[in-house]
C-alpha cells in the first residue's frame, strides 16, 4: 500500500464522501422509526419464548419433585 501525504489523504476522502448518496431526512426518520418496531417485537418475541420455557422448566421442577 502506498504511502500518501495527509494533504492528499484529506482531497481523497474529500473526494470519495462526494460520491455518497446520503439519505434525505425523511428517510432516516423512518428507517429510525422501524428499527424501533422491530426492537419492540423482537423485544415481545423473545419475553414470550423466555416465558414459555420458563413455564416448562417450572413444571418439570414440579413433576419431578
Known sequence: MAKVSP???LRQVRQEVSKVTWP????TL???AMVFVM???AALFFMGVDFLIASA?????RVGG
Open 57 to 61: 422448566v417450572r413444571w418439570v421442577l
Open 30 to 32: 423512518v428507517t429510525t
Open 24 to 27: 434525505t431526512r425523511k428517510e
Open 7 to 9: 494533504p492528499e489523504f
Open 39 to 41: 426492537v419492540v417485537i
